[in-house]
């Protein structure tokens, strides 16, 4: 796997086609540093070591969910429908709160209004009455864009920053200028962002969340006094991309002519291989990977929670659960274009939903990890220990209070680690797209689920079939590269997760 990628990254990012002077600029000002503070946390500090890879994976990641992010406010919801959206949920579950501490006792009162409140606050009853949503959508004083993502995304994640840290902390103070910290990144982008070329809206996107995870990772660190010089490890790596890229266009070395550019990721696909771009297809992606995120993992942990903490109390259908779960382990194993062909079947032609669409390619894949999601949910419930549950019994907590407080929250990171490698499975499936008519090339990004959609490895499949060398080679190892570091990326994520929770058991 590693020759492979290593194959193809050279074709798309043509290292050797830079001036020699610029390959050698770039190795002394970021190669010989990072190999030197590698070696030294290899040989001298281990934990500084975890601490320096993971503080520079962090940023990669947070930003790979940002763009993702960024993407969706672009394309399907814009800051100020962002900006209502949030608060009829706030208002909702400002009523479902106030609501079960006046009525505490009414359990089953207590649900409907769970319930209900929330649907007429986002959804209302359609040609009868309008939704809270609908209602702040009309009203004349609505914030502009770069207000409405402060008040609706950049300050609930400086909250949640601050709210974690406090907890730790213990420490008012603390949680506070951990979220200051959290806005001030954020809000850097007003002045920070036209010098550099980025609009303030997206900086907020990418900024808040990035800033947000290196407060709680910074704080984590410090709190533990473990591996902190490990911190300094992704300040060299950006000083020195800095400092070697200003030197080297200072000089006026060329750099490498690569496939994989900023043109590459924000043009549309072309019959010329020089303007050939994956955006409309990475959005695509996107789209699909948020209905996967909404409709198979609710699902598959719910079921998992079932069979592992319900069913086993149910003697008389145990034949029908363990017949459930020996299919179940089954399905795992069906070829992905068995799944394109039930996602024709079912969701095209049965239910007559339109042909190549972001929701319907979601449901599709949806179903192909779904198995995984059960299985790997199974394992991290069963790894919590039972002793944990008879304390919570003791102390007079019911079953699903058990499972809520207890179970959950113990095997947490395992769930995170098993649904990402099956997105990172998802992301690349392509035969189940083919079979509901996913398009080979799109050159218009789709402006919701509804829409006709690509994907990025229906988009890369295209490009195997073309004569051009530059199309099989260039923009075809461009899209490779693209696809594999959101990949490998997900994969990253679900090994911390589970070192993490190796360590904590």
């Not at 990669?60 to 209502?84: D, K, N, Y």
């Not at 070329?197 to 660190?221: C, D, R």
């Not at 419930?381 to 039972?386: C, G, L, S, T, W």
Request: a neutral charge; aromatic letters at 8%.
């Amino acid at each position: 796997m590693l020759v492979f990628l290593l194959y193809v990254a050279n074709d798309a990012l043509r290292p050797l086609s830079a001036d020699p002077s610029w390959l050698a600029t770039m190795g002394v000002t970021v190669v010989l540093p990072v190999v030197l503070l590698a070696g030294y946390y290899y040989r001298r500090d281990r934990s500084a070591g975890e601490v320096a890879y993971t503080a520079l994976g962090l940023p990669i990641f947070v930003a790979l969910v940002s763009g993702g992010l960024w993407l969706l406010f672009r394309h399907i919801v814009s800051p100020q429908e962002w900006f209502v959206l949030a608060a009829s949920i706030l208002v909702a579950g400002g009523l479902v709160t106030a609501h079960s501490r006046v009525r505490h006792d009414a359990a089953v009162e207590r649900l409907v209004v769970t319930v209900v409140v929330p649907l007429l606050a986002v959804v209302g009853v359609p040609t009868v009455l309008p939704s809270l949503r609908d209602l702040l959508s009309l009203s004349p004083v609505l914030p502009n864009a770069l207000f409405s993502l402060v008040i609706a995304f950049t300050l609930p994640i400086a909250a949640v920053v601050g709210w974690r840290v406090r907890a730790v902390r213990d420490a008012d103070r603390d949680g506070a200028i951990a979220a200051g910290i959290t806005v001030a990144g954020g809000l850097a982008g007003v002045v920070v962002g036209p010098v550099f070329g980025v609009h303030p809206t997206s900086w907020l996107v990418f900024a808040s969340p990035i800033v947000g995870a290196l407060v709680l990772y910074v704080e984590h660190v410090v709190r533990n006094d473990e591996g902190v010089s490990g911190l300094a490890f992704p300040i060299v790596v950006a000083a020195g991309i800095f400092v070697g890229l200003t030197a080297a266009q200072t000089l006026g070395f060329a750099g490498p002519d690569t496939w994989l550019d900023m043109q590459f990721l924000t043009s549309s696909t072309s019959t010329t291989p020089a303007d050939a771009g994956i955006y409309p297809a990475l959005v695509g992606s996107v789209l699909i990977m948020i209905v996967i995120v909404l409709s198979a993992f609710p699902v598959g942990i719910g079921a998992a929670v079932y069979l592992e903490e319900y069913a086993r109390s149910q003697g008389r259908l145990g034949t029908v659960i363990e017949l459930i779960q020996v299919n179940i382990s089954n399905l795992a194993g069906v070829p992905s274009i068995v799944y394109g062909v039930l996602g024709l079947a079912i969701f095209i032609n049965l239910i007559g939903m339109g042909r190549g669409t972001a929701v319907v390619a979601g449901f599709t894949v949806g179903l192909l990890i779904l198995p995984i999601v059960i299985i790997s949910t199974q394992e991290a419930i069963r790894a919590v220990p039972d002793s944990r549950r008879q304390a919570s019994y003791a102390m007079g907590a019911t079953k699903w209070q058990t499972v809520r407080n207890v179970v959950l929250p113990e095997s947490l990171a395992g769930i995170f680690t098993g649904t990402i490698l099956a997105l990172g499975r998802a992301i690349g499936e392509t035969a189940p797209l083919l079979m509901i008519g996913v398009s080979a090339s799109v050159r218009v990004s789709p402006d919701s689920f509804l829409s006709r959609t690509g994907a990025m490895p229906r988009q890369i499949l295209s490009w195997s079939t073309q004569i051009t060398t530059e199309f099989r080679y260039g923009v075809l190892a461009a899209g490779v590269v693209t696809l594999l570091v959101v990949l490998l990326t997900m994969n990253a994520a679900a090994i911390v997760l589970r070192n993490r929770t190796q360590r904590t058991q």
